[in-house]
């Protein structure tokens, strides 16, 4: 076995240096960009996958919910331990170096350059007008969650540093994104998937009614919210519900949660679209949270609310909660 050993060892060494000994003609035809001269619908489909991430139960939804009293991840037996990464977000003890703290930062903002390589290299204005709401939307995760948005240009070194814009700058730039994208975005799709002038217009409502928040300069107010503001936030919203988009009447409230959402609800604006053959993001991912492992069907003996913010619904209130007690 030794001897097989070193003859192989000194089987890969001629190799290496064979290879390194050979003159090597190399010759130039030029360099080609990843691109080439116009970014197309390929190139955009790579900003539309860096939303999936949106779909998992960590990282962008985990900040969203389990600082808040809607959610918590309590260690059930061996289970959701997770060297305390659902508990440290629950309590407010997380640090600079926290797992789905690094972790979202580096996935939205993996979408933001994805959106921007397409933005600087395409020439036909719908695929722009969808890379800008996509950018728009990654931002606005971004600076919600982290206050500040790093800025690369895409033909730039990797070695540059990037700029980074205070959040009530990227919230202009966002702004600039969104309105670009309106009034580029077809009017409607088929495809609830693609983003279309009222999913602009519906994140230009929430964009503006956030404004105060991400414009003051001190964390927790005082806030001043602009009239302009919050005349733009009507106006969007009007748009959104002049184009058809409406809740649903009484006693349809789940069809937004339906697994073929897409065709059912009047309300879903921008979301993924679910087939009886594909669905990126089934509904189940969300209420499976919840069960535990031996009930049917089955779940991940997870997540589980605050009884407080439970108890705070009434017993007509038409929610989620309400379908998992019982209520109709």
């Known amino acids: 076995m030794k001897n097989i050993t070193s003859r192989a060892a000194l089987c890969s060494l001629v190799l290496i240096t064979a290879a390194g000994c050979a003159k090597l003609d190399e010759k130039l035809y030029g360099s080609k960009s990843l691109y ?18 949106q779909t998992d139960q960590a990282n962008t ?30 309590t407010h003890t997380w640090t600079p170096t926290h797992n789905q703290v690094n972790d979202t930062w580096d996935q939205l903002n993996i979408g933001v350059f994805r959106a921007t390589q397409v933005i600087s290299k395409a020439t036909d204005n719908n695929i722009k007008a969808q890379a800008s709401f996509l950018r728009a939307y990654f931002m606005f995760q971004v600076v919600d969650l982290y206050g500040q948005q790093p800025m690369r240009d895409p033909d730039a070194p990797t070695s540059s540093i ?32 693609v983003a279309n002038k009222a999913a602009a217009q519906a994140l230009l409502a929430k964009v503006y009614l956030n404004r105060a928040v991400y414009a003051a300069t001190t ?14 936030v009507i106006e969007y919203a009007n748009k959104v519900t002049a ?8 006693g349809k409230y789940f069809q937004d949660f339906a697994w073929d959402n897409s065709e059912q609800s009047h309300g879903n604006i921008f979301g993924f679209y679910n087939t009886a053959t594909s669905s990126p993001a089934p509904a189940k991912n969300r209420w499976r949270m919840g069960l535990h492992y031996n009930q049917t ?19 007509t209130d038409r929610t989620p909660w309400c ?5 109709n």
């Open 36 to 53: 080439g001269n116009n970014a197309g619908s390929a190139e955009l489909n790579g900003v539309y996958t860096q939303l999936y991430g």
């Open 61 to 90: 939804y985990a900040l969203q919910e389990h600082p808040t009293d809607e959610m918590m991840g309590p260690t059930r037996g061996t289970d959701w331990g997770d060297f305390g990464t659902w508990r440290k977000l629950h």
């Open 162 to 193: 990037p700029t980074v814009m205070k959040r009530a700058e990227a919230t202009d730039f966002i702004i600039k994104d969104l309105e670009f994208a309106e009034a580029n975005l077809a009017a409607t799709t088929a495809n609830i998937g």
């Open 219 to 232: 964390v927790g107010g005082p806030f001043t919210f602009a009239k302009a503001d919050m005349d733009k």
């Open 243 to 250: 184009a058809g988009y409406t809740l649903e009447p009484a």
């Open 297 to 315: 069907p089955d779940g991940w003996n997870g997540f589980t609310t605050l009884a407080d913010f439970y108890n705070s619904f009434e017993a």
């Open 323 to 327: 379908r998992l007690s019982g209520i």
